[in-house]
């Protein structure tokens, strides 16, 4: 299939805009993603407008930590986005295939995820809808942020919101109380989102989980309740990325990969129990200090019995200290005289 200079290689998934395919740009030689919006949005006319405006802005921005947005093009009546091809797929599905990462690597990933949404907060972008499927690994297995600005165009028109998706910017799990209560989105709504996928990282588990949209919601408002085995140093620092007002929330991304980092040069012991000393890594040490008290009890006991036992059994050294008493005094029934 073909579409405009780019001929389609496959079909990579299904999201609020539309269609994501793998590309190959025929002119450039090289792969892309291609984002086919909806039909449903391009028949609105002012939304197609504010998507082309918003993927010049995405264009614009150029970091080594965002998914390159490349063009915004129309071919045979299909509204598409070119973007750079992430052939290391994404967040979403490293954890779904992996389980929980490792601190180290949650660290990594949080730190490369940080330079560029700090490099996109710096021009005034925010994301609005950070969540593990808009993070994607490039084929080095760098991580980088995708959809970067495009989640406000669905917010900003209802009809097209509620059609195009669930009717939320952004998806339940990773969104900021203000943003449920519809208030103006600032850069701690990402500051929020990105602590979510830290949690997700490190439990690969969502944070806030429910069995319905206002379920979830609930969850945001409610007290914040961290899993027991985040390391207890990163405790605060995420609460604090998590609060729930913006005011009070960490100030910057870079501040709360900072505070992290500060936490991460000392408790190598309290990080190296929550980290490697998994519960059955626990019930094994604690079964072998249980042997090594039962061996102990036991030769405390063995000992104990031959202390008690000992003067009624022959020894060498009694024996040796009788025998020549037996010698030098022969008795009638002594079988062996000893000669004189
Ligand atoms: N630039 C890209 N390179 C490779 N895969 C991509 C790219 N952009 C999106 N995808 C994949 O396409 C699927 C749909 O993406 P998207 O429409 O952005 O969904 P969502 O609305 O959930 O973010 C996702 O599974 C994602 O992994
Ligand atoms: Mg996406």
Redesign the pocket.
């Known amino acids: 299939m073909e579409l405009g200079k780019f001929e389609i290689l496959e079909e990579?998934?299904?999201?609020?805009?539309g269609i994501?395919y793998k590309a190959r740009d025929k002119a450039l030689n090289r792969l892309v993603?291609i984002?086919v919006l909806h039909t449903n949005l391009v028949n609105d006319p002012s939304f197609l407008s504010r998507f082309k405006q918003e993927a010049q802005i995405a264009a614009r921005l150029n970091h080594p930590n965002l998914?390159p947005v490349y063009d915004f093009n129309e071919a045979d009546g299909n509204y598409f986005i070119v973007?750079?091809?992430?052939g290391g797929?994404?967040l979403k599905d490293l954890l779904n295939q992996q389980g929980p990462l490792s601190y180290e690597r949650a660290l990594k990933i949080l730190e490369q995820i940080a330079e560029g949404l700090a490099y996109a907060h710096q021009h005034e972008v925010i994301h609005r809808d950070l969540k593990p499927?808009?993070i994607?690994f490039d084929e080095t297995g760098k991580a980088r942020i995708?959809?970067m600005g495009l989640a406000k165009l669905l917010h900003s028109d209802s009809t097209t919101s509620m059609s195009a998706s669930s009717g939320l910017v952004g998806t339940p799990a990773y969104i900021a109380p203000e943003v449920w209560e519809d208030s103006p989105a600032t850069a701690a709504v990402d500051i929020y989102s990105t602590a979510c996928i830290l949690v997700e990282m490190l439990t690969a588990t969502p944070l806030f989980q429910g069995d319905s949209t206002p379920g979830i919601m609930l969850k945001h408002f409610q007290q914040l309740n961290l899993p027991n085995n985040l390391p207890a140093g990163w405790k605060p620092v995420i609460e604090k990325a998590l609060a729930k007002t913006p005011g009070e929330r960490t100030k910057s991304i870079q501040e709360l990969v900072a505070s992290l980092r500060k936490v991460e040069k000392n408790p190598i012991r309290e990080k190296v129990f929550h980290d490697e000393v998994t519960n059955k890594k626990r019930s094994a040490v604690l079964l072998v200090m249980g042997g090594l008290v039962l061996v102990v009890l036991l030769a405390i006991m063995v000992l104990g019995r031959g202390a008690l036992i000992g003067p009624g059994l022959p020894t060498v050294e009694p024996q040796a200290a009788l025998e020549p008493k037996h010698r030098n005094q022969p008795t009638d029934c002594d079988p062996n005289p000893t000669p004189h």
């Open positions: 990579l998934g299904r999201g609020s805009y994501v993603a984002k998914v973007m750079g091809y992430m797929g994404s499927a808009n994607l995708c959809d």
